[in-house]
Nanobody, 121 residues
Framework: QVQLVESGGGSVQAGGSLRLSCAAF????????MGWFRQAPGKEREGVAS???????SYADSVKGRFTISKDNNKNTLYLHMNILKPEDTAMYYC???????????????WGQGTQVTVSS
């Protein structure tokens, strides 16, 4: 069983930055593929960034050049560094993990509870 706990969400003005964290419990993250997803009210959940077991990363086009995903295996933690935030980035952000490579597909086996990010104009 893998448990994921997100933190770091909050409210920020457009152009600002936030760093989300996802602590994994149960298995060492190096054995997992992990990703960040987000869901805004009335919209489907969408993949934001992924970090696969082989170290490869993927990003949604809407966040390329602004967001960076990273993983600290020593701390069992996944991060999402978000810069130049826009109001359209406002959403609940979820961390996900799986033993298979899932990239930005929303069929990960394990999910966190989410952390809210609100960007005001």
């Amino acid at each position: 069983q893998v448990q994921l706990v997100e933190s770091g969400g909050g409210s920020v003005q457009a152009g600002g930055s936030l760093r989300l964290s996802c602590a994994a419990f149960g298995y060492i993250p190096s054995s997992l593929s992990m990703g960040w997803f987000r869901q805004a009210p009335g919209k489907e959940r969408e993949g934001v960034a992924s970090y696969d077991r082989d170290g490869s990363t993927s990003y949604a086009d809407s966040v390329k050049g602004r967001f960076t995903i990273s993983k600290d295996n020593n701390k069992n933690t996944l991060y999402l560094h978000m810069n130049i935030l826009k109001p359209e980035d406002t959403a609940m952000y979820y961390c996900a993990a799986d033993f298979r490579a899932r990239r930005l597909e929303a069929n990960y086996a394990y999910w966190g509870q989410g952390t809210q990010v609100t960007v005001s104009s």
